[in-house]
């Protein structure tokens, strides 16, 4: 899933900004220890990434929470996200 149709982090936390933002997650590599989250890649979404990279991101702190949980539990099955 390399090519520039996806945009691809090892970031959780970014990660899980990227859902919360509404970005498609696509699937989650598994195969290395630090596991990679592939995104359909967008116009805005490098946009949206680099202002989570410069703290300029604002999210509900309680929406944050759920999604992260929600990524928590699929990384710990291995499974992949679900819309």
């Not at 509404?22 to 359909?40: A, E, P, T, W």
């Amino acid at each position: 899933m390399t090519n520039q149709q996806y945009y691809n982090t090892s970031d959780t936390a970014l990660a899980t900004y990227l859902l919360i933002q509404n970005y498609k997650l696509v699937g989650i590599d598994y195969s290395d220890s630090r596991y990679q989250y592939f995104f359909l890649n967008s116009i805005n979404l490098l946009d949206d990434a680099q202002k989570y990279m410069t703290g300029h991101a604002r999210v509900d702190p309680s929406v944050y929470q759920r999604i992260n949980r929600q990524l928590a539990r699929t990384i710990k099955n291995k499974t992949q996200w679900l819309d």
